[in-house]
């Protein structure tokens, strides 16, 4: 796609930081912070039948207390491969299976893991402002070509790249609020 004005440089600059805020946004809402939530989950798929199936299109998800997380499954036959999942996840996470529901204890976190997690949750928030930083980048060099191919005036092209960093300054923030939230979640005892 030929970018060519100003408006349409800023638009999809402005699109892309936006889909980097929420690619963080996502990895954070993987992170166990102590406290039960079903979004633990939502990224385990289960082999049911030789299909690889989202863990929460075959059971109900929830939290009946801040330490758990309850997975009842809608057909029995799926328990065992439910169970295998959860386990072969990476989560650090120890289903208790009784026959009828799965329960997921979540252990509280160490002071050593918290700082762990932390050190994670700036990582992923500096991969995103990173992104964003390199799609300020590109737009500006869209905006430079636009320019030299006679598209644009330097008038323009220098506000537009003044919009372009206060895109950048307005995502980046957003990035430093969710780590901030999350941080302060973690640390939480």
């Known amino acids: 796609m030929q970018l060519t004005t100003s408006k349409d440089i800023l638009k999809n600059a402005d699109d892309r930081m936006k889909k980097a805020v929420e690619v963080v946004r996502e990895e954070l809402v993987k992170i166990r912070t102590g406290k039960a939530t079903t ?6 798929k ?3 039948y030789g299909n690889m199936t989202p863990l929460n299109k075959l059971a109900n998800v929830s939290t009946p207390d801040v330490h758990t997380i309850s997975v009842q499954p809608w057909d029995k036959g799926s328990m065992q491969a439910i169970d295998k999942a959860i386990q072969s996840a990476n989560l650090g996470l120890n289903p208790v ?7 997921v204890p979540i252990p509280p976190l160490n002071e050593e893991r918290r700082r762990d997690l932390v050190k994670l949750v700036k990582k992923f928030g500096e991969d995103g402002k990173v992104a964003i930083r390199n799609v300020r980048r590109d737009a500006i060099e869209h905006l430079k070509k636009a320019e030299k191919d006679q598209h644009m005036p330097e008038d ?5 790249e003044q919009e372009a960093q206060k895109m950048t300054d307005r ?4 990035i430093d609020n969710l780590l901030a ?5 973690i640390m939480e005892v």
């Open 171 to 174: 995502h980046t923030k957003d």
């Open 181 to 185: 939230m999350k941080e302060k979640e």
């Open 97 to 103: 299976n009784d026959g009828t529901v799965i329960r």
């Open 46 to 48: 289960v082999d049911y």
């Open 156 to 160: 323009e092209r220098k506000r537009s």
């Open 39 to 44: 979004a633990l989950l939502d990224g385990i």
